[in-house]
């Protein structure tokens, strides 16, 4: 062990209800992380090689889940932060709050990674749903283009992910609702044009893991499947299923999996909670 920090102890941090789960990020020498401590220690950069606290970053003792992420905006890096308060970017040398939008979330389930194209970003929330924030051309005003009406997880009217973040291709998005709709919505204006229950089921946080490859995507599903998909504006297309690993753990009467595999080697990596298993995905010659 080169340096260790424990929150709780040194930042006062209060523990969310399912614990500290966002990946550092790591730019150069400066790791970024959550931390959600006093004072004004919600992200804090430590010098990688060290532990040596560098910055500390935003007033909000309420962690959330959702990773910082690295964007480019104006033309500077910006680092995002979608807290349980807002979704803000701060400048990776020092910390700086750049610009910020309110966007409160219940039980802070800030949970799917925000997706950038070009000046857009998108997020989506189990109750609270889908924001579409645009930059201005400096990257320092943001404005709220369009965003849900519904707060509720049942009543949803576009896109209210739990945990599975969509794919945003700047005309499109893709991704999984609250109760297993996999749904497309038009990315100018919010509106939904599809939904379907193939990849997936029917119940509360049902999920899938979506990855695009080249014209497809890979959906990997709560039943332990891998399924390649085509995913467009005019529908669902399913090109091949395939089980991978057995789902272990029961959530609301369904025997499930919320471990989102990898993909490297041109394989995939799964896992449930009894076993790894590597899958090639090469096509057989």
């Avoid at 007033?59 to 959330?64: N, P, W």
Wanted: aromatic share 10%.
């Amino acid at each position: 062990v080169v340096w260790k920090k424990q929150f709780v102890d040194e930042f006062d941090t209060k523990l969310p209800i399912w614990g500290m789960v966002a990946t550092p990020l790591v730019l150069g020498d400066r790791l970024i992380t959550l931390v959600g401590g006093v004072p004004n220690a919600l992200v804090v950069c430590f010098d990688r090689r060290n532990g040596k606290e560098l910055w500390r970053s935003l007033e909000d003792t309420e962690v959330g889940y959702c990773p910082p992420v690295l964007c480019e905006f104006g033309g500077r890096p910006q680092v995002v932060i979608w807290h349980p308060q807002a979704v803000t970017a701060i400048d990776p040398d020092s910390g700086k709050e750049i610009w910020s939008v309110p966007f409160p979330v219940r039980f802070g389930l800030c949970i799917p990674q925000p997706r950038q194209v070009g000046n857009r970003l998108f997020l989506t929330a189990f109750y609270n749903g889908p924001l579409m924030i645009e930059l201005d051309a400096e990257g320092k005003t943001p404005r709220v283009v369009w965003k849900g009406k519904s707060n509720s997880e049942i009543r949803t009217d576009g896109l209210h992910s739990i945990m599975s973040t969509p794919i945003f291709n700047g005309t499109h998005i893709y991704g999984v609702c609250s109760y297993g709709q996999l749904r497309c919505l038009d990315a100018q204006t919010g509106e939904r044009l599809w939904e379907t229950r193939e990849a997936t089921g029917e119940g509360r946080w049902w999920n899938a893991f979506l990855v695009e490859h080249q014209d497809r995507v890979f959906l990997a599903n709560e039943q332990g499947e891998l399924i390649i998909a085509r995913l467009t504006p005019g529908g669902y297309q399913e090109l091949s299923r395939s089980l991978l690993v057995e789902p272990t753990r029961d959530v609301q009467g369904r025997m499930t999996i919320w471990s989102q595999p990898a993909f490297a080697l041109q394989s995939v990596f799964a896992r449930n909670d009894r076993e790894l298993v590597r899958v090639n995905l090469k096509q057989a010659r």
